[in-house]
């Protein structure tokens, strides 16, 4: 779990919500993915580091699944790689994953001069990994938690070109009604009632922290989807809200968790002080969306 120190950064233009710590093991850990490689790339002309993980069933005259993996405030790669279990996950179903590394842990989310130099990394990143692996262009994803959740929205919003789907986990929405993706983008997302960090029912100011219905609401009308979603409780604490008969099947999906705080759902692992929920298992639901998501 992480020991949290959690409050608002501003720098520049851009709202970070900050929360950092240690991760901590449970018991219940899963099992040991294949290594992992720490890479460096040049971007903006800057070293740019990342965590590079390779599933051993991957083969060069194969295309193969790439998902961009983005740690939190305070956080790291190696963090993330434990925390979400991707790794595993991509050794199971034959994905390649890369976790990349916000400079001084941070991502900047929003305009401005640091928010397009993530944005670049990360264009940056993909052109990079495709160079050196067989890479299926229309099945390049991002997923991520808290303020890496927030990037993979901001990834959404100005990467559609490359990015065929995100699934951000307890984003902070910084910014979040400057959205002008190319395309329609199918969104699937995870927020717990009991997240002290990122309140579900927004905070001020809204630019930075909606409510978290209003969020999804918005992906729904920019890709196009029917104006009500259709709503299931697939067990008595998960809600899920799906706005369907979207442009190009992208589908917005917004798991609502009680008993759930500042956490990845099915996690291990977690944020000190904030519940994890075990009623759903979000690496596994996320990758079963992706696969039904390509690029049109």
Not at 71 to 76: E, M, W
Not at 97 to 119: C, K, M
Not at 248 to 255: G, R, T
Request: hydrophobic share 35%.
């Amino acid at each position: 779990m992480f020991q949290k120190t959690c409050f608002i950064v501003i720098l520049g233009l851009t709202f970070l919500t900050a929360c950092q710590g240690t991760l901590q093991s449970t018991t219940n850990t899963p099992a040991a993915p294949a290594a992992s490689l720490a890479e460096t790339l040049t971007s903006n002309e800057r070293a740019r580091n990342y965590l590079l993980h390779v599933p051993p069933s991957y083969r060069s005259d194969k295309p193969s699944p790439l998902v961009i993996d983005f740690h939190g405030y305070g956080s790291s790669p190696n963090d993330e790689e434990i925390l979400t279990g991707m790794s595993v996950k991509a050794d199971e179903s034959g994905f390649i994953v890369a976790y990349p590394d916000g400079l001084d842990s941070a991502w900047q989310v929003g305009p401005g001069s640091g928010g397009e130099a993530d944005l670049q990394f990360i264009r940056d990143l993909i052109t990079s990994i495709e160079k050196k692996y067989n890479i299926d262009t229309k099945r390049v994803y991002a997923t991520g938690i808290s303020n890496g959740g927030g990037m993979v929205n901001w990834v959404g919003c100005n990467l559609a070109d490359m990015v065929a789907a995100i699934a951000p986990d307890s984003g902070g929405y910084n910014f979040w009604q400057d959205c002008h993706p190319s395309r329609p983008v199918p969104v699937l997302a995870f927020h717990g009632l009991d997240d002290h960090i990122i309140p579900y029912s927004g905070d001020t100011p809204e630019a930075a922290s909606p409510p978290i219905e209003v969020w999804a609401s918005a992906w729904a009308e920019r890709n196009g989807c029917s104006t009500s979603p259709s709503v299931t409780t697939p067990v008595d604490t998960v809600t899920v809200q799906t706005w369907s008969n979207c442009i190009n099947n992208a589908d917005v999906i917004l798991y609502t968790l009680a008993n759930h705080g500042h956490s990845w759902p099915g996690s291990a692992t977690g944020v000190a002080y904030e519940t994890t929920s075990q009623a759903v298992r979000a690496t596994d639901l996320i990758w079963d969306f992706f696969k039904v998501h390509p690029m049109p």
